[in-house]
Nanobody, 113 residues
């Protein structure tokens, strides 16, 4: 299994970014996909989750601002991030549990003016 994340960058407060994570080596549509993040000096935390039936979960801090979605035809999960705040600055990782935990390489999101 390989997870390839992309889409991070520097954005001003209030701006938007869309992260993508392309998966390979698994039947993508069968599995729940997650986005985690890890800010400097903090533990990695679950940000959003989408199930095979497209049920979603969000941590309270991002509800109403972030949207997770999946495209099974492209084996890709997305995280649309709007109204970004400085406290959203972190390395973002996609994750799947397929026999064991698999992580993407991480993509840095920096929210700063």
């Amino acid at each position: 299994v390989q997870l390839q994340a992309s889409g991070g960058g520097l954005v001003q407060p209030g701006g938007s970014l869309r992260l993508s994570c392309a998966a390979s080596g698994m039947v993508f549509s069968f599995y729940t996909m997650d986005w985690y993040r890890q800010a400097p000096g903090k533990q990695r935390e679950l940000v959003a989750r989408v199930t095979p039936s497209t049920n979603t979960y969000y941590v309270d801090a991002v509800k109403g601002r972030f949207t997770i979605s999946r495209d099974n035809a492209k084996s890709t999960v997305y995280l649309q991030m709007d109204s970004l705040k400085p406290e959203d600055t972190a390395v973002y990782y996609c994750h799947v549990q397929y026999r064991r935990d698999y992580w993407g390489q991480g993509t840095l999101v920096t929210v700063s003016s």
